[in-house]
């Protein structure tokens, strides 16, 4: 079944350290996000990326990292410059918005806290 | 500058009534609206979407209407069902981005009771 797999789907982080979330898809498709979403709020963007090598911040970029090395890959690291990584962090992917409206599909989330 | 708003929160509705669920834009740019769906701890499931071409769009139980001098969408879900208990979001993307940019609002919590 295609689809995207984010792991983990916990994940504790001390103080000053920096951690890195996985994001695979096999959709075959060619733009992948990052969302942030807290409590009783919206998903926010954080990354984007239209093409492999390629990628943008999104609205709330600081204190996050990315790369897109691989089509079916798009890792996020969030670093000790982020001072609140307390969230629910969310992958998706779309076909290209240049071809057709075509929605974004999501993993199911991975939760960070701060120990 | 919330440009996509839910303004109820929550709502409930009686096994077999209907469902309203509304959203207000404020962006006259936003060319392509949708809904998803969340259950606690897992990702949003993309549920229904229209273009601003259109005013309608239909899909099984789930029918979402665009007033786009209103600036506003609804999603309706008939009949509703215990199992469509969950978060809905509605989002938005602007036309002029040239990749889908989508803003979303807060979400409502839709309890769906026997």
């Known amino acids: 079944d295609g689809g995207i797999t984010q792991s983990p789907k916990y994940l504790f982080r001390k103080e000053g350290q920096n951690v890195t979330l996985s994001c695979e898809q096999n959709?075959?498709?060619?733009?992948m996000y990052w969302y942030r979403q807290d409590p009783g709020q919206g998903l926010r963007l954080i990354y984007y990326s239209q093409i492999v090598n390629d990628f943008q911040k999104g609205d709330i970029a600081e204190g996050y990292s990315v790369s897109r090395e691989k089509k079916e890959s798009f890792p996020l690291t969030v670093t000790s410059a982020q001072k609140n990584p307390t969230a629910f962090y969310l992958c998706?992917?779309?076909?290209?918005?240049?071809?057709?409206?075509?929605?974004?599909?999501f993993g199911d989330g991975t939760r960070l806290s701060i120990l | 500058d919330q440009q996509v708003k839910q303004n109820s929160p929550s709502l409930s509705v009686q096994e077999g009534r209907i469902s309203i669920l509304n959203c207000d834009y404020t962006?006259?740019?936003?060319?392509?609206f949708l809904w998803y769906k969340k259950y606690p701890a897992e990702g949003p499931t993309f549920l229904i979407s229209i273009s601003s071409i259109k005013d309608k769009n239909e899909d099984g139980r789930f029918t979402v209407f665009l007033n786009k001098s209103a600036k506003h969408l609804s999603l309706h879900i008939v009949p509703s069902q215990p199992g469509d208990s969950a978060v809905y979001f509605c989002a938005a993307s602007p036309m002029n981005t040239g990749f889908q940019k989508l803003v979303f609002g807060t979400g409502t919590r839709l309890l769906v009771s026997p």
């Open positions: 959709l075959n498709h060619d733009a």
């Open positions: 998706a992917s779309s076909v290209d918005r240049v071809y057709s409206n075509q929605p974004q599909h």
């Open positions: 962006n006259s740019m936003f060319d392509y």
